[in-house]
């Protein structure tokens, strides 16, 4: 193999040289000189091309920077064009005939992903699109299957006994999902039951049964919107905010660190968080109802002329205590699926800030989807079973 030379035409002493030369039978040598700076006009990396076209069976390229008096990010630039070609006929690059700085920028250089262009995609057909999709869908599955069972043997270790959180962090989770969202939680239930008072009221205006106002919005609010609303509402409160501090522990690497230490983070970190909700949201759904009524009650009273008295007693008439059982059984298991969408979503965070936003959108989304399919679920097996 000819050896190629290229110098750039420069009068001073310091022009950066290159020379290309063969080192074996299967390997490339360049030889660096001079001073590799943007200062002066650099060589081309087309002679690096141009003598890999001569010899198809190079596999390997070496470097000889003796002879370099100093670089900056020229010489960077230079060998990340080396390394793109090589890289493109998987030829072996080997760094340790450079500089020590310039092999750490390199590496730094490259556990840095590019940053991604948004372009043109070509058209995909429905195929390609449905499986993909398919397989996006089974790998969440298979996720979460995984993250549920790590929580249940996370609670199986604190039924032992041996589960290891702080109780001071379950103590400032539960003032969190529990005093401190009773405000989101009075306005939103107020205005769900004032408006479903205000839709029945005027139907059932029309035929003179106005008194049965009272027997809608508590059944409503007992059965379906006390639970589903309490548990939307911590959706997007709670959930969210789980998803995003898990997700910065890991962007900090806090996660990796419990780990380190021999501390399960499922145990410290996830455990406490599904307590408060589970032994919260039933409260929450119990508080909701009793807004939503008295947010019925205002319409009832008001707008329908009738007595508080006659109302309350319409509403205590209509509502037995399986009606709140199932409210309150539906807010159990809407806590605990909140729980594990926030922050299985926030366990699963990638390493970067904007990966912390995705994962707490995700937990929102995730949430509400559980939510109301497994309200979907129940309606139709308590309707089956007669409750």
């Given amino acids: 193999m000819a050896a190629v030379s290229a110098t750039a035409t420069q009068s001073t002493k310091q022009a950066p040289g290159l020379e290309i030369s063969p080192a074996g039978s299967d390997s490339l040598l360049l030889k660096l000189s001079g001073a590799w700076t ?36 020229g010489l960077l630039t230079f060998l990340l064009k080396i390394e793109s070609q090589a890289g493109e006929r998987h030829i072996e690059v080997e760094p340790e005939g450079l500089p020590e700085g310039v092999r750490r920028l390199l590496q730094l250089a490259a556990a840095v992903p590019p940053k991604a262009t948004h372009k043109a995609e070509k058209p995909r057909n429905f195929i390609a699109v449905l499986g993909e999709q398919s397989l996006a869908f089974f790998s969440d599955a298979k996720a979460t299957v995984t993250f549920v069972g790590e929580s249940v043997q996370a609670f199986g270790a604190l039924l032992r006994g041996k589960a290891r959180f702080r109780g001071t962090d379950l103590a400032l989770v539960l003032q969190d999902v529990g ?69 910065t522990m890991q962007v900090n690497e806090e996660i990796d660190a419990f780990k380190t230490l021999g501390i399960q983070p499922m145990e410290f970190l996830v455990l406490p968080r599904m307590l408060a909700l589970m032994l919260m949201m039933p409260l929450l759904t119990i508080y909701a109802n009793v807004v939503g009524i008295l947010g019925g009650a205002v319409v009832g009273v008001n707008m329908l002329d009738l007595g508080a008295t006659q109302y309350f007693n319409q509403t205590q008439t209509a509502l037995g205590t399986e009606d709140f059982a199932v409210g309150l059984f539906k807010g159990s298991v809407f806590g605990v699926l909140i729980a594990i969408a926030g922050c299985m979503r926030g366990m699963q965070s990638g390493h970067s800030s904007a ?33």
């Fill in 179 to 247: 005093p401190a969202a009773l405000p989101i939680v009075t306005l939103i239930s107020f205005l769900v039951g004032l408006i479903l008072a205000f839709v029945g009221a005027v139907q059932l205006e029309q035929f003179g049964a106005q008194i049965y106002v009272a027997n809608l919005v508590g059944l409503a609010m007992a059965r379906e919107m006390g639970a589903m609303m309490a548990g939307i509402i911590m959706a997007g409160r709670t959930g969210a905010a789980f998803a995003a501090q898990l997700g």
């Fill in 38 to 73: 943007l200062a002066n006009p650099l060589p081309s990396s087309g002679d690096f091309e141009e003598a890999l076209g001569t010899g198809e069976s190079v596999r390997r390229v070496a470097f000889d920077t003796a002879g370099i008096t100093e670089w900056d990010s």
């Fill in 355 to 387: 990966a912390v936003g995705v994962a707490a959108t995700s937990a929102v989304v995730t949430g509400i989807v559980f939510i109301i399919v497994t309200d979907g679920i129940f309606a139709v097996v308590f309707n089956a079973l007669g409750i």
